[in-house]
């Protein structure tokens, strides 16, 4: 059975710095496109961050040059770096890990989230 686990959330000021970590159990996630989804109240899961098994990140045009993706295939877990944070990265974040053939997803999974709160 295939878990991710996100920790790393919680409160801070804007312009501080929080690191998500998701740490997959069950699978190796050497071999998934990993990536980062934020859901604000009331508003639709959006893409933050994608790190594919080789090759670019990707990132969503609000976050570029502030947050950064990575992975570490030896530990089973990827991380959002996120820096100079605005309230309008108030949100809970998703960690996802999913496996291509061509266009068909052959495998998605999810974390279970953490909210990430950006306040004075």
């Known amino acids: 059975q295939v878990q991710l686990v996100e920790s790393g959330g919680g409160l801070v000021e804007p312009g501080g710095s929080l690191r998500l970590s998701c740490t997959a159990s069950?699978?190796?996630?050497?071999?998934?496109?990993m990536g980062w989804y934020r859901q604000a109240p009331g508003k639709q899961r959006e893409l933050v961050a994608t790190?594919?098994?080789?090759?670019?990140?990707n990132y969503t045009d609000s976050v570029k040059g502030r947050f950064t993706i990575s992975r570490d295939n030896a530990k089973n877990t990827v991380y959002l770096q996120m820096n100079s944070l605005k309230p309008e990265d108030t949100a809970a974040y998703f960690c996802?890990?999913?496996?291509?053939?061509?266009?068909?997803?052959?495998?998605?999974?999810w974390g279970q989230g953490t909210q990430v709160t950006v306040s004075s």
């Open positions: 069950g699978t190796d996630i050497s071999t998934y496109v």
């Open positions: 790190i594919p098994v080789i090759g670019s990140t």
């Open positions: 996802n890990a999913y496996q291509a053939m061509g266009v068909w997803k052959i495998s998605d999974y």
